[in-house]
């Protein structure tokens, strides 16, 4: 945990109970800061005052005695409406901040600017972030790992000179943390997202610009149009003090880090390419399959790069990384058969990764259908063997099937990964691949896309036995 000691003694107000909410009211108390906590659900209440977390009801409570509101992330600040907590914090004159900001405080008390890489963009956030800490601790660093992609920011040990925070964070974090000014700051990439909680694509891009602004190093991609121009203005603005560096998952650069032909290199400003440093290679890294991968490996190699690591670290670091849960992670082989667990794609956008990963592939696919379909997909279906449906949207991914691929009903996860081994296992392919990634929400069947993805693991690893069974006993 790291103790919130710069709200020693003083009242501060909290609102929303979840996972961020509570660690944020432990390590406030563990600081000294009297807190007044309120959610609008029974559940989180009930959660807050088995962890011994004092409750207000803030709707009736005396703001002018709090020196801050946190806000927990998931709580609106500005779009659609602000939360009925925001108002009466701005009438109040009583700043609003969250988690990450009260990290940043500590952070600057304590340490002067400890090691401290924050990530964000629209897609590849949690696979870039991973893969940092996976580089950096194979190298001997001492890292602390969380934010947005999974343990809150205040349950981490605290900052110190001889550990780095490697920190994801979303745009509602960064809208609650003022004060963000990491050693590393890296913008992966922007594309239309959470409108409804910004109002407009302007303001997302400008909220996820705010991580990179005040970086020490700025890394930013330069493969869309939005981080394209936020990279180009802050270069032309940049303190002499602060690096701005260009990064490309998908062309070769006149100067930066950029991933060209499966490898990821540095080039710097002046030289010519043949010059360009060589900083690992993508060719083995199983878990950095595809060409969105491309991006994510780069963005990683650049900040390992501006931590001091060795080529060699960088390349090891590279090929080593294991990969997230649930997001093309190989569960399994049989025989020539490869297993992958792409469980978190919840969308067709999500499912195109993976299919564009693979060739020779027994698709598992299905659940509570997203809008549009799997009808995007329709370039991939080349390199489908046979779908297998699952749950609610078997009718509708049948209608768009019909007549392009083979496909079978299943309607349960359990029956479509015996189908599709069996099948995959008769196939002449070198490496056929069963390939769960459903293009949809899961809760028709399961509670989340974690639970599904677990479920096909475990249904896996007894395949062999049922396999076995089917042949008579040979396996």
């Known amino acids: 945990m790291t103790p919130v000691t710069t709200f020693k003694g003083k009242h501060v107000a909290l609102f929303g109970l979840g996972g961020s909410g509570l660690s944020t009211a432990r390590a406030l108390m563990a600081g000294g800061a009297h807190v007044h906590a309120w959610d609008d659900g ?173 970086a020490e190093v700025a890394l930013v991609g330069v493969d869309d149009p939005y981080t394209h121009a936020i990279g180009a203005r802050l270069s032309a603005n940049a303190a002499p003090e602060q690096r701005v560096a260009p990064v490309s998952g998908a062309r070769a650069l006149d100067w930066g880090f950029y991933v060209d032909n499966g490898e990821v290199y540095y080039r710097e400003q002046g030289h010519p390419p043949e010059e360009a440093e060589l900083l690992g290679a993508l060719a083995g890294a199983r878990a950095l399959r595809g060409a969105h991968n491309a991006q994510n490996a780069a963005f990683a190699a650049a900040v390992a790069w501006e931590c001091g690591l060795e080529d060699d670290e960088i390349a090891q670091g590279l090929l080593s990384y294991p990969g997230l849960p649930h997001r093309m992670e190989e569960v399994g082989r049989i025989e020539r058969a490869l297993f992958v667990n792409d469980s978190k794609a919840t969308n067709a956008d999500a499912a195109e990764k993976a299919l564009a990963s693979f060739t020779d592939i027994y698709w598992i696919a299905g659940g509570k259908a997203k809008e549009g379909g799997i009808e995007p997909l329709r370039p991939y279906f080349p390199r489908i063997r046979k779908a297998y449906l699952i749950g609610a949207a078997s009718d509708d991914f049948a209608r768009t099937l019909d007549g392009a691929l083979p496909y079978e009903r299943c309607e349960t996860l359990d029956v479509a990964i015996q189908r599709a081994a069996f099948d995959a296992l008769t196939d002449g392919a070198d490496e056929p691949v069963v390939l769960l990634s459903p293009a949809c929400a899961s809760y028709d069947q399961f509670p989340n896309f974690e639970v599904r993805g677990d479920t096909f693991r475990k249904l896996v690893q007894g395949l062999h036995a049922v396999i076995a069974a089917r042949r008579g006993g040979h396996s």
């Open 42 to 214: 029974e559940a989180g209440r009930l959660k807050a005052v088995a962890q011994g977390v004092p409750l207000e009801d803030l709707s009736i409570a005396d703001w002018s005695t709090f020196a801050a509101l946190v806000l927990t992330p998931g709580v609106p600040l500005t779009h659609p409406t602000p939360h009925w907590t925001v108002p009466l914090a701005r009438v109040a004159g009583v700043e609003i901040i969250g988690d990450i900001e009260l990290f940043c405080r500590e952070r600057a008390a304590h340490t002067g600017g400890s090691p401290f890489i924050a990530i964000t963009g629209t897609n590849g956030k949690s696979t870039t972030t991973a893969l940092i800490a996976h580089i950096l601790r194979q190298s001997g660093r001492d890292v602390q790992l969380g934010g947005n992609i999974g343990v809150p920011i205040l349950d981490l040990e605290p900052p110190s000179d001889e550990r780095i925070h490697v920190i994801e964070c979303s745009s509602f974090q960064i809208d609650l943390t003022p004060s963000l000014k990491p050693t590393i700051g890296v913008l992966i990439n922007l594309t239309p997202d959470h409108i409804d909680r910004h109002g407009t694509m302007e303001n997302y891009a400008a909220v996820k610009e705010r991580l990179v602004a005040g």
